[in-house]
């Protein structure tokens, strides 16, 4: 069984750029979540997903943040535009239904210059 | 809500030495707890779980960790590290979506 993706594993963009981070989830997981990881703090809960729908996007910081997962399989992360509060790792976690049990994806380290 | 606290950020040890990292979570009801690991360059693992029952939980390479409801604790313990052992260890608590301790820097010296 696949473990959870993420692309791209690195990022450096400039500050106002765009840009989009993906995750694929083990296959069969209808739940998805997004985390983010800045520097030297805890890893913070950004939002899930339950298939195609947004369960709780309580953690997303702004409106230059957005989330997809049309269809309920992987999903996007978009940053537009990029601030440089917005550097860290960005890590995404899938579970089955009913489990607490997350799987995390190796994250993706976004840069902003 | 839910916060989750690990009171020590950056652990050096030498190899055979003794293991604890210490957990606190605020939440005073029932809780599942979870210790993940990130080795360099790795992606986060689950190190081991508590959900009920035992409140001694072992887990993977020979990690174990004890579950003190009365002091709200969840502290991640090995008698022996190895320098393999080499990682961040992050507590957490799912409450609706996972709630992460700042994670532990642990280096082992061969």
């Known amino acids: 069984e696949a473990g959870v993706t993420q692309f791209p594993s690195h990022s450096v963009i400039e500050k106002g750029q765009t840009v989009t981070l993906r995750c694929d989830p083990i296959s069969g997981h209808d739940n998805l979540y997004w985390y983010r990881r800045v520097m030297g703090k805890e890893i913070k809960f950004l939002l899930h997903f339950v298939k195609e729908s947004k369960q709780d996007e309580s953690g997303m910081p702004n409106n230059r943040f957005l989330a997809e997962r049309t269809g309920g399989t992987y999903s996007t992360l978009k940053v537009q535009p990029a601030e440089l509060e917005d550097s860290g790792v960005y890590f995404c976690?899938?579970?089955?239904?009913?489990?607490?049990?997350?799987?995390f994806g190796p994250g993706t380290r976004l840069t902003v210059l | 809500a839910q916060s989750v606290s690990q009171h020590n950020h950056h652990v050096i040890l030498s190899e055979a030495a003794s293991l604890e990292l210490g957990c606190n979570y605020s939440?005073?009801?029932?809780?599942?707890l979870f210790w993940y690991v990130q080795y360099p360059g790795q992606h986060l693992q689950l190190l081991l779980k508590?959900?009920?029952?035992?409140?001694l939980v072992k887990g993977i390479k020979g990690f174990e960790a004890e579950f003190i409801k009365s002091k709200f604790s969840f502290n991640l313990r090995k008698p022996s590290v190895q320098w393999s052992d080499t990682a961040e260890y992050f507590c957490?608590?799912?409450?609706?979506?996972?709630?992460f301790g700042s994670g532990t820097k642990l280096n082992v010296k061969p």
């Open positions: 939440y005073g009801g029932t809780v599942n």
């Open positions: 508590y959900f009920s029952g035992d409140p």
């Open positions: 976690a899938s579970s089955r239904t009913g489990s607490d049990t997350q799987y």
């Open positions: 957490a608590v799912p409450y609706n979506k996972f709630y």
